[in-house]
């Protein structure tokens, strides 16, 4: 069945762009054809930096609706928010190229993975927020978080945000990368875990391994 998933993440640094691969190649595995792309790319100029790290994690290489910018029709030069990064640029922001980039892909693969920028709160224009493209196209949403000091918090208020907004969380990815206390590293994946079985019991969750390993 054709499927478009939304991936966000906790935080900025939360590990998006590895957890889309991650996510990519599962999928594959299972049998499905799948491609990223990326919702917005800002601090590059030809090229989204984020499509080829996809790529080079996926073991694919360059594909040709890269190369002519289906998988990233947003991109803008300076490395701050998409808000910010537009005003900048002198240019707006326009959500039907993500559109029609997205319904192409779907017609082609199995499984398109959109990795959003930042975390599902970033705020696009003064009315239109990152968890808002999900909400109204009604995509299912990946959340990525980890075992930072704080992360719990930052994971709860965006499961809030998920839940009031009555979406889709099909998973919940875990970025063992960041796992640089232990005791704390598992104290927040059992938490979690607890939660969504409460909460979201038909979500899976899914543990990432560092990014060496992936």
């Known amino acids: 069945m054709k499927r478009t998933i939304f991936l966000s993440g906790i935080d900025t640094d939360a590990g998006k762009t590895y957890a889309t691969a991650f996510l990519a190649r ?14 917005i790319q800002t ?3 030809e090229q989204s930096e984020d499509i080829e790290k996809h790529r080079l994690l996926m073991g694919t290489g360059l594909l040709p609706e890269d190369l ?3 998988t990233a029709p947003i991109i803008f030069t300076y490395p701050a928010s998409a808000q910010l990064a537009a005003r900048i640029d ?6 039907s190229l993500i559109d029609r980039s997205r319904e192409k892909l779907q017609e082609r693969y199995d499984v398109v993975i959109i990795e959003g920028a930042g975390g599902l709160m970033v705020p696009f224009t003064d009315d239109f927020l990152t968890i808002d493209y999900p909400t109204t196209r009604h995509l ?3 959340l990525v978080t980890n075992g930072v000091l704080g992360s719990i918090n930052h994971t709860l208020l965006s499961l809030e945000a998920i839940k009031a907004r009555s979406l889709e969380l099909a998973y919940v990815i875990y970025n063992h990368h960041f796992d640089t206390d232990a005791v704390i590293a598992q104290d927040t994946l059992g938490f979690i875990r ?5 909460h979201f019991p038909a979500t899976q969750l899914l543990e990432m ?3 060496e390993r992936i």
């Open 68 to 70: 002519d910018h289906t």
């Open 26 to 39: 599962k999928l594959i595995n299972e049998g499905n054809t799948v491609i990223t792309q990326k919702f």
């Open 140 to 142: 299912p949403v990946a």
């Open 209 to 211: 391994p560092t990014f």
């Open 90 to 95: 002198g240019r707006d922001i326009d959500i």
């Open 43 to 45: 601090g590059c100029r």
């Open 194 to 198: 607890r939660y969504l079985s409460r």
